[in-house]
């Protein structure tokens, strides 16, 4: 059954967010507004804030100032909102001494999943991500591209109304990446929104439809990619890497 967040306007809203570490701001006045079951595309240089942002996001780490609600709940619910979230860190959680049935059913047991209903999800994505041979091998075993698979699959096993994904084609293959670029399709065709952060900018490209960049902690550029091409200097950009370079290069080129 779907939840009532999926039939509303926003999946994510945020106000005016900021997080300082003593005198070093990391984010500074971020405001958002992203339409459930789109999929938005968050870029920026490496240091930009994109992870302390999806940090703030997932209640990983609290604001020093503003508000955000995911999936209508309030980031100061944590409790509430693991129920409604996925987040893939750059670094996924992987436990190596499980083999990989035995981690995807751990984490259908975190969000009580029975487990019937838990086993053929876990089927059905083991084979999705060309798994399945493998799933009672050690995840110590696996190379780092099956690792990512897997965290992936226990990001979004409990169909999770947002997911956030940081840089989750970082070591893939280009069939693997391509997978995963497949399965983001999927999860905005069934209305699930998607908080996408890359520097594998074609593919960011082929599956977003907004564009958020951030430089120095704040969002200094926000639209579809088309609109954001041709907002950049000089009007030529035909591909998201140029626009991405000249955005960051020179604030006021858009």
């Known amino acids: 059954m779907r939840s009532p967040q999926r039939d509303s306007d926003h999946a994510i809203t945020a106000y005016g967010v900021t997080k300082r570490y003593d005198d070093e701001v990391a984010v500074e006045d971020l405001s ?8 938005y595309g968050f870029l920026g240089p490496n240091g930009a804030g994109k992870t302390t942002t999806m940090e703030i996001l997932t209640t990983l780490t609290q604001p020093t100032a503003g508000s955000a609600t995911v999936a209508g709940v ?8 693991s129920k409604r979230i996925g987040y893939l860190p750059t670094t ?20 009580e999943i029975p487990d019937d209903r838990a086993d053929d999800r876990i089927e059905e994505l083991l084979t999705e991500f060309n798994l399945r041979s493998d799933a009672h091998r050690r995840i110590g075993e696996y190379s780092t591209g099956m690792k990512k698979k897997v965290g992936v699959i226990s990001t979004i096993i ?14 893939l293959d ?18 699930t929104t998607v908080f996408l952060s ?3 900018l074609p593919i960011v490209d082929k599956v ?4 958020g960049v951030i430089r120095d902690g704040r969002l200094i550029a926000e639209g579809p990619v088309d609109e954001l091409k041709a907002q950049a200097e000089r009007g ?9 370079l000249e955005i960051t290069s020179d604030e006021d080129a858009i």
């Not at 309030?74 to 909102?81: C, H």
């Open 32 to 39: 958002l507004s992203i339409p459930a079951g789109s999929v």
């Open 74 to 81: 309030s980031i100061t619910d944590r409790a509430k909102l």
């Open 92 to 111: 996924p959680p992987i436990f190596d001494e499980l083999n990989a049935w035995e981690q995807l059913r751990h984490f259908a047991r975190l969000h």
């Open 158 to 171: 409990h169909d999770p109304d947002v997911v956030f994904l940081d840089e989750p084609t970082s070591g």
């Open 174 to 191: 280009p069939i693997a990446a391509r997978t995963v670029r497949e399965t983001i399709d999927e999860l905005a065709s069934d209305d």
């Open 198 to 200: 890359s520097h594998i």
């Open 208 to 211: 977003a439809d907004e564009i």
């Open 236 to 244: 030529t950009a035909t591909d998201l890497e140029t626009v991405f």
